[in-house]
């Protein structure tokens, strides 16, 4: 078998990992890249062989306590030759003793659970042209006038570790809207659509209740005037769902969110839409 060299990314090649994420179907945002090399640089591996790209790979250290993987692919014409266990290991060691998360597709999910993943709630997929929702609330506001303090305290309660950075990076890329509802001067809900390799997607979306993530949600698709829209959504979160449904969208994609081992507690039930299946 041909060897394969394992390395870091440089930060604009997370590019290629992002493009090949694309060709399997999972539709990044336009800047996603460009986020993620945000958070931790050293995380994104990619082996090469013969010098061309034969796999890539995310591990990021969010802190001391938590890491998330995602990127995982190897090139089509090479699988089934034990490049894809290099990598992923690799990324485990980088990974050191934090607990990780990911977010597995269906046919991956018992190879996950072989690996010392265990299976924490399903997220699915949303897509489609949404049906007309009403008129925006009068509580809305742009995302960037909202302080990030208050954003990013609000998504520590929602996520397994700070990621303050990238929220930032999130929220003020290129082509990215962000709506926000205040309710009695606090954040009751808040999201964010940016546009993909098709149509848009809306993540995270975060609120209190369903009438509060309507909201922005009739915000966000404002903004997006049209056309095709996907949401990932935590299937426990029945309100969520229900939202998705209304809105005539379809089930297009699965994934289970899986961890290694105990995370600090998330207000699961706030979230309305995942940031990304690729950083969580």
Request: charged share 20%; net charge negative; hydrophobic share 50%.
């Amino acid at each position: 078998m041909t060897s394969m060299t394992i390395r870091t990314m440089r930060p604009e090649e997370i590019a290629i990992a992002v493009d090949w994420a694309a060709a399997e179907g999972w539709n990044p945002g336009l800047t996603d890249a460009a986020c993620f090399a945000t958070v931790d640089p050293e995380g994104f591996l990619i082996g090469e062989i013969d010098g061309a790209p034969a796999a890539t790979i995310s591990c990021v250290n969010y802190d001391d306590n938590f890491a998330f993987l995602g990127c995982y692919i190897v090139r089509e014409d090479l699988r089934g030759r034990g490049h894809g266990l290099a990598i992923w290991n690799a990324a485990i060691a980088h990974a050191g003793a934090r607990v990780i998360g990911l977010d597995g597709v269906v046919a991956q999910q018992a190879n996950y659970v072989r690996s010392g993943f265990a299976f924490a709630y399903p997220n699915v997929r949303y897509g489609g042209s949404a049906a007309a929702l009403g008129s925006a609330n009068a509580g809305i506001v742009a995302l960037a006038d909202v302080p990030f303090a208050a954003i990013a305290a609000d998504d520590a309660t929602l996520f397994p570790a700070p990621r303050a950075a990238f929220l930032r990076a999130w929220i003020d890329a290129p082509g990215h809207v962000g709506r926000a509802l205040m309710r009695d001067g606090r954040l009751a809900a808040w999201g964010v659509i940016r546009p993909c390799r098709t149509g848009r997607k809306i993540g995270p979306l975060v609120a209190d209740d369903r009438t509060a993530a309507e909201a922005v949600l009739a915000a966000l698709l404002a903004e997006a005037g049209g056309g095709e829209v996907f949401v990932d959504v935590p299937a426990v979160n029945r309100e969520a769902v229900a939202l998705a449904r209304d809105l005539e969208l379809e089930p297009v994609f699965e994934t289970a969110r899986m961890y290694t081992g105990p995370i600090a507690p998330v207000r699961i039930e706030r979230v309305f839409g995942v940031t990304s299946f690729e950083l969580g």
